[in-house]
């Protein structure tokens, strides 16, 4: 079942991945959508921050996929850019099969090629108010796929 939540600042963005960084666990992933300057990013900086990783989290579009270790023996952040792959051989040419199982994997702009990973995922779109442009409010929808995330509450995350 679909979830939405409204944040309406980037801080309240970082939150909602705060938020949700409580229920994550190594092996997660989340596969984001969303138009270019949705808020990708900033979800994944609250995540980071959350799960206590070392580094800054920034887009790696240019580098496609960084890693990011835990400060405080959690799951490492695996936080992939897939804008410039043109497939899954493209992403599957990065081995994220190999720490999948250890870390925490974002995948943004990761629809139609990042679904094969796992059975298992999160699907969060994150759409912008359309129109005026100085105008901060996101709808998050989180799309829980597979076993893992039955039973898992992600309404609770509204608060």
Same mark, same amino acid.
């Given at each position: 079942?679909? $979830? ?48 206590? $990783? ?23 952040? $695996?936080? $992939? ?79």
């Amino acid at each position: 079942m679909t $979830v939405s939540v409204v944040a309406a600042t980037a801080d309240e963005t970082r939150g909602l991945a705060t938020r949700l960084a409580a229920l994550l666990r190594a092996g997660d992933l989340l596969v984001l959508s969303g138009d270019l300057g949705a808020g990708k990013t900033t979800f994944t900086q609250g995540l980071g921050a959350a799960l206590q $990783v070392r580094g800054d989290v920034t887009s790696p579009t240019f580098v496609i996929s960084r890693v990011h270790p835990s400060l405080v023996h959690g799951p490492a952040l $695996v936080h $992939v850019d897939a804008y410039r792959l043109h497939g899954a051989l493209e992403l599957d040419d990065l081995d994220l099969d190999a720490s999948l199982e250890e870390a925490v994997t974002v995948v943004e702009w990761g629809t139609g090629v990042a679904e094969d990973l796992t059975d298992d995922r999160l699907e969060v779109e994150i759409l912008r108010a359309h129109g005026d442009t100085d105008d901060e409010t996101r709808t998050l929808r989180l799309t829980p796929v597979g076993i893992r995330w039955q039973g898992v509450d992600l309404a609770a995350l509204a608060g």
